[in-house]
């Protein structure tokens, strides 16, 4: 013997193994926080527990004995009808399938809907019992990402086409400002074999000092928007730091002393090799210092200082002015294309772009770069490149692989 759901004694016989499994069934249904329900083969209501007025609004009775097509949304009710009448006439069961009804208030409510067909004891389906799983909240932000995502695909896909088309405009440009130059050069050049009185020589050096100028920017312009798409690259070798740093110091003397500036250097007796780009690490110290030059004044002392950081991996480099320093204002922007720092009493030259690109260049060392100043005393430009070890040759560099050329 046993009890109803009530606790009323009833005797075995008196009911069949699906009635027992629809009691105990709607017992626990009660436990759940999901809509848990009962429906005939005529798609009606026959069981829906408390649930249901939380999720969807309805009282258990205000279902009961409907069907429920009645309840899904008007244009979903077609494609659905074809989905559940599969199920009734298959007595299959469906796992997962996404049902779209309306609240009582007219919003759409999505169900995450898993169902079994209920069987009397000759095997014979008479209805489905299931649950069904508020996700709508889930669906919804799930499209919302979708469209942010397919928005940002294309915003992205629209920014590449911009950087291409600026790196072609770039090249277009740089190939236009450098024919011209070519012609300069050459005639420059050819004027130079001539007997040429000192007045005359003075100009072709004028020339070609100005034409080395304009080649100098029109290739860092063309560096810039190459590093702005990521097309930029180093090609790093083993340097024996010392005898390179000491080479540069030498051929910078005559161009910090032809711009009215003294230029002091830092450097100890020995020094731990380097892998990097020799051409690319000369662009980023001259860089570094034609800024200091540019930003002091006439006599003003420029350092260059190296020395192992205290980060052991790395070497450290240093460019130290005792020129204007820069504004408080200007700081966050140091390192931004085309950034100008002005003052009132000099017009400086140039296109805004060294600090920049140094930054990209050091970088793609696998370095840092950095900056300390005060207004009026002057600034110290810091960067570092990792120095050469067995080590580095797998861990040290952030972008690319380590060249072999690097080995010993």
């Not at 320093?325 to 009493?345: C, H, L, T």
């Not at 797998?394 to 690097?406: I, V």
Request: charged content about 25%.
């Amino acid at each position: 013997m046993s009890n109803n759901p009530k606790g009323d004694p009833i005797l075995n016989s008196q009911i069949s193994q699906s009635q027992v499994e629809s009691m105990l069934f709607r017992c626990f249904a009660e436990e759940l926080n999901d809509i848990v329900w009962e429906g005939s083969n005529t798609i009606a209501v026959t069981f829906v527990n408390s649930k249901v007025y939380d999720i969807w609004g309805y009282k258990p009775e205000e279902l009961i004995g409907k069907n429920f097509l009645d309840f899904m949304v008007p244009s979903k009710r077609e494609e659905q009808k074809k989905v559940i009448d599969s199920m009734v006439e298959n007595k299959a069961a469906v796992n997962g399938i996404h049902l779209y009804y309306q609240h009582r208030n007219g919003k759409t409510l999505i169900f995450e809907t898993r169902a079994k067909p209920i069987l009397d004891n000759n095997g014979k389906c008479v209805g489905h019992r299931g649950i069904f799983r508020d996700v709508t909240n889930y669906i919804l932000q799930e499209k919302r990402l979708q469209k942010l995502y397919k928005q940002e695909k294309a915003a992205f896909t629209e920014l590449e086409n911009q950087m291409q088309q600026r790196l072609e405009f770039t090249r277009a440009l740089a190939h236009e400002l450098k024919t011209p130059l070519t012609v300069i050069q050459a005639a420059n050049e050819l004027m130079g074999t001539q007997v040429l009185s000192p007045e005359l020589t003075n100009i072709s050096d004028s020339i070609a000092r100005g034409v080395q100028s304009l080649q100098k920017r029109v290739n860092e312009l063309l560096d810039l928007a190459k590093g702005e798409v990521g097309m930029l690259t180093v090609n790093r070798k083993l340097i024996k730091t010392l005898p390179y740093i000491t080479n540069l110091i030498n051929d910078l003397k005559p161009m910090v002393k032809m711009r009215n500036r003294n230029l002091l250097t830092n450097i100890p007796n020995s020094l731990p090799n380097i892998c990097a780009d020799e051409q690319r690490l000369t662009q980023i110290i001259l860089n570094l210092v034609d800024n200091s030059i540019k930003y002091s004044t006439e006599k003003a002392a420029i350092t260059i200082s190296v020395r192992q950081d205290t980060n052991l991996d790395n070497i450290l480099f240093q460019v130290t002015d005792t020129g204007f320093g820069i504004p408080p204002d200007k700081q966050i922007e140091i390192f931004n294309p085309y950034a100008r720092i002005r003052k009132a009493e000099e017009h400086t030259t140039g296109l805004g772009i060294g600090l920049s690109l140094s930054r990209t260049l050091v970088e793609l060392h696998g370095g840092q770069i950095w900056f300390e100043t005060s207004e009026g005393i002057g600034s110290s430009f810091y960067f570092t490149i990792p120095k050469y070890t067995r080590k580095h040759m797998t861990t040290a560099f952030k972008k690319g692989q380590p060249d072999e050329n690097c080995h010993n």
